[in-house]
């Protein structure tokens, strides 16, 4: 499984937008990029998946480059209630759903 | 639709005790999953479930035991409970155990080993 690596914390204000990066050097030609969010004391939520170029939808985007060996997590807009820890997941697909959650990034908004 | 569900929610146990944490889901997902989180930590992997009637050890399987009892429930055993078990255990499931299948979390259950 490929190691990722993101910045321990973040802070942002609301209405910013936020960009976090990770860092998976020796991602897999199968392997696909995820994202999970976790509010405290609640279980993790799937935020976005892609495996290359950019994926969009109601929450998030998420920027791939053509070498995949990063990826970006980009928030618009954030608000308090996006404070919360974000793990960026990197899995092949058929490995019977075996994710290795990170730290992860803790991200603070701030009014 | 309650999702993934988790009984208890807290714990306490004196060290040597025994308890069985339960976890069931209501969305016909064939894979299911218990993952501890410890403080500041990521969640790891202790057992899955990819399918009714098999079970694989994860990250962390020592000191636990499963039962995938059915397609709905799939339980976490500690025979005897130690102080380093002391954590915050999710429950999970997803529909075929694919990485591109979103897993889905339950509420977690905290506890403590004395």
């Known amino acids: 499984l490929a190691k990722t690596t993101q910045p321990i914390s973040m802070d942002s204000y609301e209405g910013q937008e936020v960009n976090i990066t990770c860092s998976h050097n020796?991602?897999?030609?199968?392997?696909?990029i995820t994202w999970y969010q976790q509010f405290p004391s609640q279980g993790p939520r799937f935020i976005i998946q892609?495996?290359?170029t950019k994926v969009t939808n109601e929450v998030a985007s998420l920027f791939i480059p053509a070498d995949r060996k990063s990826s970006t997590l980009s928030l618009p807009r954030v608000s308090l209630s996006d404070t919360a820890v974000y793990y960026c997941l990197v899995g092949l697909y058929n490995q019977g759903g075996k994710l290795i959650f990170g730290q992860g990034t803790e991200l603070s908004v701030k009014p | 639709n309650a999702g993934v569900t988790q009984t208890p929610k807290f714990q306490v146990l004196k060290t040597g005790q025994s308890m069985t944490l339960q976890c069931a889901q209501d969305m016909n997902h064939n894979s299911m999953y218990w993952y501890r989180q410890d403080p500041g930590m990521g969640l790891r992997l202790i057992y899955y479930?990819?399918?009714?009637?098999?079970?694989d050890k994860g990250e962390v399987p020592n000191g636990y035991n499963v039962s995938r009892l059915n397609k709905r429930e799939f339980s976490l055993r500690l025979e005897s409970a130690a102080p380093s078990q002391t954590s915050v255990y999710f429950c999970a499931s997803s529909e075929f155990g694919r990485v591109t299948d979103t897993q889905y979390f339950g509420p977690g259950t905290r506890l403590t080993v004395l």
């Open positions: 020796n991602i897999a030609t199968n392997d696909y």
């Open positions: 479930s990819a399918s009714e009637g098999t079970t």
């Open positions: 892609g495996y290359k």
